[in-house]
């Protein structure tokens, strides 16, 4: 980072030192956070548990409810912060202690070691050809492989490959050098070792995000057991031109194109049992899913919706639910009590409150529209610094107004971390926290 004392007063930079500020996650949340302080001239460490930012954001294809490419949401905002100044991130961190202090708080972070120079890395992928441990790709069903040393993520930033030393030869004790031989750029260092890092921070904005809720624990969707039973972040993968099919819808099972697609929203969220909340997002991610599918195939494949209520509140979230319905989808008005495998078909029955008909769908792929959790992180950190998670996982904000505070002074939330939302809701809620900090660090100057 640079030393210089820089500020931000529109576009003119004034002299003005004021931080540091650690935001604690690197999801479109955290990113835009920090962005959002560096421009009014806050110096940020932005720390990622991951060793990529862009959170959920970087396994999705399109986005709801104008279908733009995911990637373009995070080309735009990795652009701006090569270019910001005061932002210094580190991707693979851990926080190992918060201390509270006069000034603010010292945290001790943990840097697990990359074991690629980032400045070398060229991703040519040379490295990755030549290693020899292959194994599955992350919510890519078996279909996208990776190496030991590889991408960390579809869209990875920095820009530049890790070592995962839980399967790497190397480190597992036996004689393989295979990447660093192949490497052109002489980027890879198997020697690299943890670094412990003290950082002061006169603020922390949590931004850890959300994730899917671990759907096999609905037993009767018989995710886990049925290959052909996928979930919405799965089918992302397939959707995407840049994912493991090319963008090709396939069923898992025989690697063909379903003729049938059912959609079971509500798995494991508005259930007593499990998550009692609604994810809020997963009615227009199925609907957009399933619209996908439709542009992509049209009557090829059949596509059901089983949903308990359509929840379209969004900007232009109405519009685009009509837009699908006008596609061909059929919707049900009700959730399957189990879904069931007979001779390579899965079977759905599904009482529909539209027509007070029971139906009994036979498919080819059923996609599972898992609820949402806080980041299963969230505690720990929470911890660390006497902040409630509260019942629903997410972390708990002073009150229903000030969704960006805690009670816990300088302890800001940004984005998912206080509640499952969507992309549009997640960069509003992380501006209005950077506000909020700003002034705070304002006041304290
Ligand atoms: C399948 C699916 C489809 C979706 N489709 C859409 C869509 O089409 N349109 C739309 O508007 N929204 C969509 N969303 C919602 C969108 O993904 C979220 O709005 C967005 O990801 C929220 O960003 P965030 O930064 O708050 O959280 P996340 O994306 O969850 O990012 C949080 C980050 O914090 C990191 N982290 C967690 N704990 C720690 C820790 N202790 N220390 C350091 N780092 C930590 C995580 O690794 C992660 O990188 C979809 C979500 C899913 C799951």
Redesign the pocket.
Known sequence: MSNRAIGYDGQRQIGMVIGPVVV?????????SSLCLSKQGVRVYL????P?????????S????TLDP?SDILEGMFKELRSSENVQMMTN???KAIERKEEGFELEVLKRPRHVDPNKCTSCGKCAEACPVEYDREHELGIGKRKAIDSPSPKPFPEAFVIDEGACLHFRGEECRACVEACPNDAINLDERPEEIRIQAKALIL??????FEVSRVKEFGYGRYKDVI???E??RLLDPRGPTGGEVIRPSDRKRPRSVAFVLCAGSRDRRFLRHCCR?GC??AL?QAYEIKELYGDEVEVYICYNDIRAS?RMHEEFYQTARGSGIVMLHGIPSEVREKDGKLTLRVFDLGTWKLEELEVDLVVL?PG?NG????K??GEKLGILVEEDTFFSALDQVRSNETKVDGVFL????AG???????IS??RAAALIVLNYLMKRK
């Open positions: 604690l996650g690197g999801g479109i949340a955290g990113i835009e720390l990622e548990r991951r990529s930012l862009g959170g959920n954001v970087s396994f999705l399109k986005v709801f409810p995911a961190v851990e926080i931004a850890t995000g959300m994730e899917l979930t919405s972040l089918l992302e997002i227009m991610t957009k969004g529209i949402v980041s299963s992180h969230a720990e950190v940004s984005g998912c971390s499952p939302m969507d992309i549009a809701s997640s809620h992380a």
